[in-house]
Each structure stands twice: as structure tokens, then as C-alpha cells.
């Protein structure tokens, strides 16, 4: 509707514009053309004669200009005789006509192409782009303090719950999704949900009873990814790689092939299958016998590598171990080694990006 | 309100350019219906042209206003620009695409428009409502053409976060400067045409007409040198191929506008001095502007491909030519109908500067016939034949050289002959010291760089003769040499601007010859493979490849090399090449090292990494720079000449003071 109304004053005043201008002459508009040849004919002789003064035409040449300018001017006269009879000045119906033809053809025509309901949006001040920036933080707190009025609202709990999650406040997370599951009954998804924040709030020292939310909402639905991710990467973390290489195994059987977490899982598998050691995670010792371990079983992944080949995953383990390991130019080595084995830059994926964003360069392939 | 404006610009932006559209239709009709009609007319029009150029500068500035907010919500924003781009190629990626350039154009247009109806109030009544009314003919069609074939304003919903970046080869600051100057040479030619137009319908064409006509020339003339100049530089230094001027069809659509407004120019000036040549004069402004058009077809219609082809669409192509016909056809109908009916004036023998003036317009007209048909036949018969053939360098530069050595010849002789009659024997006498210095100037040359027989020598005495038979004029009219000192310099000093522009503006044809010769023929040309530590040497200069690396710039990961170079006389200089691939479209570009040593350059660009090492180009281009220098200087000379009495309608004041000072 504003726009509609900028528009409509943007019109009009064009239109008053182009009325004004034809408004002063409405009176006398007689002949003022002869006066303009005049005057510029005048101009011309004056020109003749400040040459003729400043030395640069001579007597001769300024008689024959001045000569040729009468001549001009007789013409001009009779031919300005003869064309004004010819005139009427535009009367005020054609030009009002011509006015309003214009508003209307500007509006249907933009009526027709314009999108008049459409904001502009600049990148700043896009929600979505704000969204990162926007202030949560008050946001929350306003929810808050509808929540302690209300704590059966159900739809507070549930914007505010995933909120803390996202903000790290775990508690209060675990808080929220409790209440959520008091008032609305569990679901999968939400014991999943809580069991994170639960095992989020205490990272180190593990959560019995997340553990068996987890449990409980995999039972409850065998098809459920969410909570057998958790479940596995949890018991990896405690140690116990048996029971985690089961849980992996039972996860990476629901997948398709296509699915975000899928990396992941493989990689949890593989942590697992070697005793909890990461082969591509910095959280590897340096120093001490367990470098030596991880040192012996780089080595073997290298041996094997260098000898049979293997998949770009693999040669991305090795590289990311040496790089965690400190050992640039091994890991230059290994790197060169992937470029040879996959000369094509679209087949090597992520490795590029790794190698490269960790100051290797790329040698001897195709770009 | 401004809240609100803010909230809608770019919708406010797409009407005002519709109402542009509107007013510019509506002030059409009036003007032709209504011509004869006296002042109110033509002072509807002057509002009306005024009004256009305020609504279209909001439409532009809303496109502005939205690149640089990066409001991915406008469809051009998104297909060229992107939140990283630095904030100057955000602006100039507003016409880096074909609709924003097509506003652009329309842009300047209607600066032009309104310039006539701010500096217009003088002109006779029925010539300014023609020629307004010719204007907003060609504002009607132009942004009727981008409204309903080419939107900039057409609208994302829902907006994406990101945009796809501006074609890498044009985020460059030539893209700031190019299409402004060239556009503006090109769409200045309209105010010509609508000049002739205008003379057509009411037939009055006189030397008052001349007066009016000739500033607009030399101004659209100025820029469009300029234009020529800054784009033959950047591809030079852009698209990496170290070369100055491809006879590429792109190039000669604008190349051509400037050989016939050039020949307007001149014949201009015969018709203003001496009332003669008057349906010539006419016929030239109709071509330079349907030259203009036809670059601007060639160009935006996808026909060609080339960096300045952004999008084919059959349809465009098809309004354009339409719109072509329309105006080139209509136009040359009218001269058809009415050019019998005008007074040819002022006669003169063949020997005189008018025959001069003559000889220069046949030249440069048929060299515009030449570079049209080099251009226009491979089109022609791909399209009606369906054979494919390519006329390359060699064609232009064998027709089109031919043509203009014997221009060149003649031209230090123009400025000499005196108007109605004059005498070739003198004016051949008078130029004797300047065929001397010439003559000298090659031998002298040729001798120290011990040139082998070739044409090379003839194209630097043809150089030399233009540059300094340029003079002669000067030379001549302050009698230097056969009065005191003191006096002479007295005499130039009083010389009209015109006598020096002319003077300046053939030194800088001279100088853009010599360049031209002087690059062809010495050029050196070195490709070679290269490793950090490795050393190059090329025509007395060395070359160090210092060290490679990897950069991120803004909105790019650049691949630099930086090279160290010796010149012959032992100075060194750091310089950078880079290859550049840009994130958002992964495409590469070339930045060349480019080192100026006096007017000669050094060319350095790094090729495609190769096995462990890096292919280096390097040329030498000896005195490249005057072949850009040559053409500011010629373009220089138009503002001069800009800036005389003569052609500066409307200024008594002046001419009285000028009356008043003792001669």
C-alpha cells in the first residue's frame, strides 16, 4: 500500500511538473521564435566583428560574412512567414490529455509488471542471514518469563527447548525436554533429545540414564538413526569398541548411502575397530608410548596403502594422521602419492581441501 | 518516507523507469503532433526530457543501491554479483550484465536529452520540440526494449543467500570506466542524429544548425576516443594475450561510429564556416548514430560471442534489429523524401580546405565501408548461407591500411589551405621543414636500430609527418622565424582554441601512428618455462622468477609469481603476475606484470602450472604506450576545441570582451 502511494506521488508530481512548464506561456505565447533567430544572428555578428578586432579575419572575409549572414537572415525571415501559419499553440486539452495518458500508462503498465507487495532485502537485514547474529539471547528470556507464568505451555517449552541446546545451556535443555515429555509423552526424538543434552551437560562423566533413554527410544523404533548414532559414539567414548562396533554396524545398516551423518558413522566404526584411536582426530597423544603405537599403526596403514592402493577415504586417514602427527613432509608424501593414485581433482573430494588448507601443494596433476 | 523508500526502492526503481518509459511515449506523440506549435511545446518537452533523466537516475541508483546491499531478491543481483565482491566491482557489475548495461545506456541517453533541454532554451522553438521529440523516440524504444525483453527489475521469491558473482574477466576497474566512455560516445551521436532528424522534418538547416550540432559531435567524440582507448587497453592488459587491438567484430562496432563521427566532425566544420556540404553533413549524422545502433545490436543481440556477449536470446535480437530498422529505415526514408528539398550552399574550388575536408570524409567514409563489410559479410553469409568463414587481421589491416596511408599523407596539407580557394603549391612549401625533420627523424631511427628493408620505415615516416606536419599551421600563423620571438609567441597565444585543437588532435593521430608502427615491427615475444630461481632475458631485459606462492584475495584464491626485472640500463623493479580462480564461479583470469619503461612496456604473464613448472610469457612492446597516449591526446584536443568561443552557442558575454581588448 505505501508503495502504491509513493507511486501515485511520484506521478503526480511529474504530471504538475510538465503542466507547470507549459503554465507561464498560457498568456502570450506570440512568436518569441523570430526573437531567438535574432538574437542569434546578432550573436553570429558580434562573433564576425570580435574576430575582425582580435586580427583574425580580415576586412575582406569579415564583408563577405557579414554579406552571407544577410543573406541568412532574409531567408530565414521568409521562411519563418511562411511556416507560422502553420501554428496554435498546444491548448490545455491535448496537453491534460497527454498527462493523464501518461499516469495511466505508467500505472497499468506497472500494475501489469511490478511485484508492488515485494520489500527489498538487503543481505544485512535478512532474517535468515541474521539469524546467526539476531538476539536470541532477549528472545529467550522473553519466553522465559512466559514460561514461569505458564509452565504447562507446551509450544514455549518446545521453541525454547532446542534454543538452549544451541546456546550450550545443556540444564536447562534437559529441564526443557523433560517437561516436554511430561506433558506431551515420549517420543523417540525427544528421549533422543534429552539423552544429548544430558550427556552434553556432563561430557566426560557419561549419563546411566541417557544411556538408557537411548536404549529405549531404539526400541521403540527400529528405524530410528538419531538414537543409535548417539548410543554408538557414546559407548565408543566409553571404551567399550565391542559393543560400539555393534552399535556402529547397527546404524550404518539403516543407511542408504546418501545420508549427512553417514562419514560420520564410518569414521566412529573405524575409530572403534582400532581401539578407540582416531586415526584422522587430533585428540591422538604426541608423545609417549601410545604415539608409538599410533606411529606403528600409521606406518601400516602407509605399508598397505603404498603396496595395494586403496580408496581416497583411506588416503585422506593417512594424510590427516601425519598432519596430526606434525610430520609435513610425510604427509606431503602420502599426499603426492593420493594425487598419483587419483589424478583427477573431482575424485579426490575433500582431500584436496584438507591437504591444501594445511599448506601441502598439489604436484604433477591436472588441475 | 525514507524508511519506506528504502523498504520499496527497488520496486520504485522498476517505476520510475516505466514512467520514463510513459512520459517518454506520450512526449513523443506531442512532439511530433505538436512541432509547429511554438514554445509551450518544446518547454512541455524540456520538462519532459529533464523528467526522464531524474527517473531514470532513480531506477539506475536503485540497481546500484541493490548490488551494494547485495539484495539477492533482484534477480540481476544474484545472477551477477555477490556479498564478497569489493564495493566497486558491486557497482560496476551493475552493467556488467546485458539489462543493467541496456540501463546504462538508457541512462545516458536521457543525460544527454536533458543537457539539450537545460543548455536548449536558445534553439528555435520547432527544431528543440524535433529534436526532444527524436529523443524520447529513441528513450521510448530503448526502454521499452528493456522493459519488456531485457528487466532488470524482474524479482526472486524466496531470495537466495548468495549470488552467483560477476563474470571474473569484468571484475576489473575497466568495467568502471569503459562502458560509461564508450556508451557515452555513442549515445552523445543520438543527439546528432536527433539534430538531423529534426533539420529533415522542419528543413531548416543552416549554419546555426552547424553551430548547434558540432559541440554535441566533438563531445560524443571525445568520449567515444576515450572509450576506444581504455577498452583497447584493457583487453591489452586483461585478457592476457599482450595484444592491443584484435579486429575483433566488438571493436569495429565501435570502431566504426568513430571513423564516421570523425568524417561528422569534419564536415561539420564546413558546414559551419562555410554553409556548405549541408546534405552530406545530414547524411553523416544519421550514419554515425545508425553505426552506434548497429554496434549496440551487434553487440547485445548475441550474435557475437566475445566478453561482451552476456546473453544470447534470439528475441532480444530480434526487437533490436527491429528497433535497427526502424530508426536507420525511418531515418534514411525522411532523408529520401526530404533531402532534395534542402539548399546546398557555399561553393568552393577542389583545391581548398573544404576539398580537403572532402578528401578526409571519402577516406574515412570508405574505410568505415571496409571495416562494415569485414564486420557484417562472415554474419551474413553464416546466417544466410550457413558457411562459416572468419575475415581476420589481415583483411583489415591490408584495406584498411591502404586507405588511411594516403589519408595520412594528405592530412598535415588540410589546416593549411585556406577555405574557398586555395593554393597547394604554398601550402606545400610551408610544410617542407616538417617533411625534413620527418624524413630525418626515420633515417635517424631506422639507422641506430638498424632496421632490415621492410615497410616499417615508411610506416614511421607517415608517423613522423602527421605528428609534426601538425604544426605547421601554428608554425605558420605566429610566422615563428620571420618575426620577433616575443611576437610569435604573442600571435599563438591569441590563436583561436580551434587552430590548436586541430594541431593537438593531429599530433595525437601522429603519435598513435607511430606507436602502432613502432610496436608492430619491434615487438619481441619470449614463452618459456620457468622456476622460482630461474632467469629470462628478452630485448636487453632480465627477468628473475623470484618466488611462487598462493594468496587469497577478496573474492579469490590467486596463484602469484613474483618476478624481479633488469633493465638494460642496470635499474631493477619488483613486479607480481597472477592467475586468479574465482570462488563463487571457480573461473580463472590472468593479471599480467606489466612494467612501463618510457613509452615501451614490459608484458609479463604466467601460463597454466605445467608438470613441477610454470609456462612464463613475456613480450617486449616498444613505445606501446603512444599508441593510448596518441588518443588522449586527440581526445584532449576535442575538449579544447570544446571550450572555444566558437562552438559555445550561447556566449555574448565573451565574444563583447573579446571585442572590447585591444587588438
Same mark, same amino acid.
Given at each position: ?119 527489498? %532485502? ?42 538452549? +541446546? ?29 539423552? %544429548? ?64 551423518? +553417514? ?54 586417514? +593417512? ?12 604427509? %606431503? ?10 589424478? %583427477? ?23 | ?37 511554438? !514554445? ?26 541493490? @548490488? ?66 527524436? !529523443? ?5 524504444? @530503448?526502454?521499452? #526494449? ?6 532488470? @527489475? ?51 538547416? $543552416? !549554419? ?9 559531435? /566533438? ?78 545490436? /551487434? ?34 526514408? *525522411? ?12 561553393? #568552393? ?73 586555395? $593554393? ?10 616538417? =617533411?625534413?625533420?620527418?624524413? #630525418? ?30 604544426? =605547421? ?21 591569441? *590563436? ?47 627477468? $628473475? ?13 590467486? $596463484?602469484? =609469481?613474483?618476478?624481479?626485472?633488469? =633493465? ?32 615501451? !612496456? ?62
Amino acid at each position: 500500500m505505501i508503495f502504491w502511494l509513493i507511486a501515485i506521488a511520484v506521478t503526480a508530481i511529474a504530471c504538475v511538473a510538465l503542466f507547470y512548464a507549459a503554465g507561464p506561456r498560457l498568456v502570450n505565447a506570440a512568436a518569441p521564435e523570430l526573437d531567438d533567430a535574432n538574437s542569434h544572428f546578432r550573436l553570429v555578428l558580434s562573433g564576425i566583428d570580435a574576430d575582425v578586432a582580435a586580427g583574425k579575419l580580415g576586412e575582406g572575409d569579415a564583408e563577405a560574412a557579414r554579406g552571407e549572414l544577410a543573406r541568412e537572415i532574409l531567408r530565414h525571415n521568409a521562411e519563418a512567414t511562411r511556416t507560422r501559419r502553420a501554428r496554435g499553440e498546444l491548448g490545455r486539452v491535448p496537453l491534460l490529455g497527454g498527462l493523464a495518458a501518461t499516469a495511466v500508462l505508467a500505472l497499468v503498465l506497472y500494475a501489469m509488471l511490478g511485484h508492488p507487495e515485494m520489500p527489498s %532485502q538487503p543481505l544485512a537485514d535478512r532474517p535468515e542471514a541474521a539469524a546467526q547474529s539476531v538476539d536470541l539471547e532477549s528472545a529467550i528470556s522473553s519466553i522465559e518469563k512466559a514460561l514461569a507464568a505458564n509452565p504447562d505451555d507446551l509450544r514455549g517449552w518446545t521453541v525454547i527447548a532446542p534454543a538452549y +541446546l544451541e546456546l550450550g545451556r545443556y540444564d536447562d535443555a534437559a529441564e526443557a525436554y523433560r517437561r516436554i515429555i511430561a506433558l506431551d509423552g515420549a517420543t523417540p526424538d525427544l528421549q533422543t533429545r534429552l539423552a %544429548q543434552s544430558l550427556l552434553f551437560a556432563t561430557p566426560d562423566a557419561g549419563s546411566p540414564e541417557a544411556m538408557d533413554l537411548l536404549r529405549a527410544a531404539a526400541a521403540s523404533d527400529p528405524l530410528h538413526v538419531r538414537s543409535r548414532l548417539y548410543l554408538a559414539a557414546e559407548l565408543t567414548r566409553r571404551g567399550d569398541y565391542p559393543a560400539a562396533i555393534a552399535a556402529w554396524n547397527d546404524v550404518l545398516a539403516l543407511s542408504k548411502g546418501d545420508e549427512a551423518w +553417514l562419514p560420520a558413522a564410518q569414521q566412529g566404526l573405524v575409530v572403534a575397530q582400532n581401539d578407540g584411536v582416531d586415526p584422522g582426530q587430533g585428540a591422538v597423544p604426541t608423545s609417549g608410548p601410545d604415539a608409538e603405537m599410533i606411529g606403528q599403526m600409521v606406518s601400516g596403514l602407509a605399508a598397505r596403502l603404498a603396496e595395494n592402493g586403496g580408496s581416497v577415504a583411506e588416503w585422506t586417514q +593417512l594424510v590427516r594422521a601425519y598432519l596430526v602427527l606434525g610430520d609435513t613432509a610425510k604427509a %606431503q608424501a602420502a599426499f603426492d602419492s593420493a594425487v598419483t593414485a587419483y589424478p %583427477q581433482a573431482f575424485d579426490r573430494g575433500d582431500l584436496d581441501s584438507l591437504a591444501l588448507g594445511a599448506g601441502l601443494t598439489i604436484k604433477g596433476a591436472t588441475p | 518516507m525514507a524508511g519506506a523508500g528504502k523498504q520499496v526502492s527497488i520496486e520504485l526503481g522498476h517505476f520510475a523507469l516505466i514512467l520514463a518509459f510513459a512520459i517518454a511515449t506520450l512526449g513523443t506523440i506531442g512532439g511530433y503532433a505538436y512541432w509547429r506549435s511554438g !514554445q509551450r511545446i518544446a518547454m512541455v518537452l524540456s520538462q519532459a526530457a529533464i523528467l526522464q533523466f531524474v527517473l531514470v537516475a532513480i531506477a539506475f541508483l536503485a540497481l546500484i543501491q541493490a @548490488f551494494v546491499t547485495s539484495d539477492f531478491s533482484l534477480l540481476l543481483a544474484v545472477n551477477n554479483s555477490h556479498s564478497l565482491k569489493p564495493l566497486i566491482f558491486k557497482i560496476s557489475g551493475v552493467w556488467g550484465n546485458h539489462e543493467g548495461s541496456m540501463v546504462l545506456w538508457i541512462f545516458i541517453l536521457v543525460t544527454f536529452g536533458a543537457m539539450v533541454a537545460a543548455f536548449g532554451r536558445r534553439l528555435p522553438s520547432d527544431l528543440l520540440t524535433l529534436v526532444l521529440a527524436t !529523443q524520447s523516440l529513441l528513450t521510448a524504444a @530503448f526502454t521499452g #526494449f528493456t522493459i519488456f525483453t531485457s528487466n532488470p @527489475f524482474l524479482r526472486v521469491f524466496p531470495a537466495p543467500l548468495e549470488g552467483n558473482d560477476l563474470n571474473p574477466v569484468l571484475q576489473d576497474i575497466g568495467l568502471a570506466i569503459h562502458p560509461p566512455l564508450l556508451y557515452a560516445g555513442y549515445v552523445g551521436f543520438s543527439i546528432c542524429f536527433s539534430f538531423a532528424i529534426a533539420a529533415l522534418i522542419s528543413g531548416r538547416i $543552416d !549554419q546555426s544548425w552547424a553551430r548547434w550540432v558540432r559541440p554535441w559531435t /566533438l563531445l560524443s567524440w571525445v568520449f567515444l576516443t576515450l572509450g576506444i582507448a581504455m577498452g583497447s587497453y584493457w583487453a591489452y592488459y586483461e585478457l592476457g594475450w599482450g595484444g592491443w587491438w584484435f579486429w575483433d567484430p566488438v571493436e569495429n562496432a565501435s570502431f566504426m561510429p568513430w571513423l564516421a563521427g570523425t568524417a561528422l566532425l569534419h564536415s561539420a566544420l564546413v558546414m559551419e564556416k562555410r554553409n556548405a556540404l549541408k546534405i552530406w553533413t545530414i547524411f553523416l549524422s544519421i550514419i554515425t548514430f545508425s553505426l552506434s545502433l548497429l554496434g549496440t545490436f /551487434l553487440v547485445r543481440s548475441g550474435i557475437l560471442t566475445s566478453v561482451h556477449t552476456f546473453a544470447s536470446d534470439p528475441t532480444r535480437g530480434l526487437v533490436i534489429l527491429a528497433l535497427l530498422a526502424l530508426v536507420i529505415g525511418g531515418a534514411f526514408f *525522411l532523408f529520401a523524401m526530404r533531402a532534395s528539398t534542402l539548399r546546398q550552399g557555399g561553393l #568552393f574550388a577542389p583545391v581548398s580546405r573544404e576539398g580537403a575536408l572532402i578528401i578526409n570524409n571519402l577516406f574515412l567514409a570508405t574505410a568505415v565501408g571496409a571495416v562494415l563489410v569485414g564486420t557484417l559479410y562472415p554474419l551474413l553469409l553464416d546466417a544466410l548461407v550457413g558457411t562459416s568463414i572468419s575475415v581476420g587481421a589481415p583483411f583489415f589491416n591490408l584495406t584498411f591500411g591502404a586507405l588511411m596511408a594516403p589519408l595520412l599523407l594528405v592530412l598535415p596539407f588540410g589546416p593549411l589551405l585556406a577555405w574557398k580557394r586555395a $593554393d597547394v603549391v604554398g601550402a606545400a612549401q610551408r610544410l617542407i621543414g616538417a =617533411a625534413a625533420l620527418a624524413i #630525418f627523424c626515420t633515417i635517424l631511427i631506422s639507422a641506430l636500430g638498424g632496421v632490415s628493408i621492410s615497410l616499417a620505415p615508411l610506416g614511421l615516416l607517415l608517423g613522423f609527418w602527421v605528428a609534426f606536419g601538425a604544426f =605547421a599551421e601554428l608554425v605558420e600563423r605566429s610566422r615563428i622565424g620571420r618575426m620577433p620571438l616575443g611576437e610569435s609567441i604573442r600571435r599563438l597565444v591569441g *590563436l583561436p582554441r580551434t587552430v590548436w585543437s586541430t594541431a593537438l588532435a593531429h599530433f595525437g593521430m601522429g603519435v598513435t601512428v607511430l606507436g602502432i608502427v613502432a610496436t608492430t615491427a619491434w615487438e619481441t615475444e619470449l614463452v618459456t618455462t620457468l622456476n622460482p630461481g630461474e632467469t629470462a632475458e628478452l630485448s636487453g631485459y632480465t627477468i $628473475d622468477f623470484d618466488s611462487f606462492g598462493q594468496q587469497p584475495g577478496p573474492n579469490y584464491m590467486a $596463484d602469484e =609469481a613474483r618476478f624481479t626485472i633488469t =633493465a638494460p640500463g642496470g635499474s631493477t623493479r619488483q613486479t607480481l603476475a597472477d592467475r586468479r580462480t574465482y570462488v563463487a564461479t571457480g573461473m580463472p583470469t590472468t593479471e599480467a606484470a606489466i612494467e612501463t619503461y618510457g613509452f615501451s !612496456q614490459l608484458y609479463l604473464q604466467l601460463g597454466e602450472p605445467l608438470n613441477d613448472t610454470h609456462v612464463v610469457r613475456i613480450w617486449h612492446k616498444p613505445y606501446i604506450t603512444l599508441i593510448w597516449f596518441g588518443a588522449i591526446l586527440m581526445a584532449l584536443a576535442g575538449v579544447i576545441s570544446l571550450t572555444d568561443r566558437r562552438v559555445r552557442v550561447g556566449a555574448p558575454r565573451r565574444a563583447a570582451k573579446l571585442a572590447s581588448e585591444p587588438a
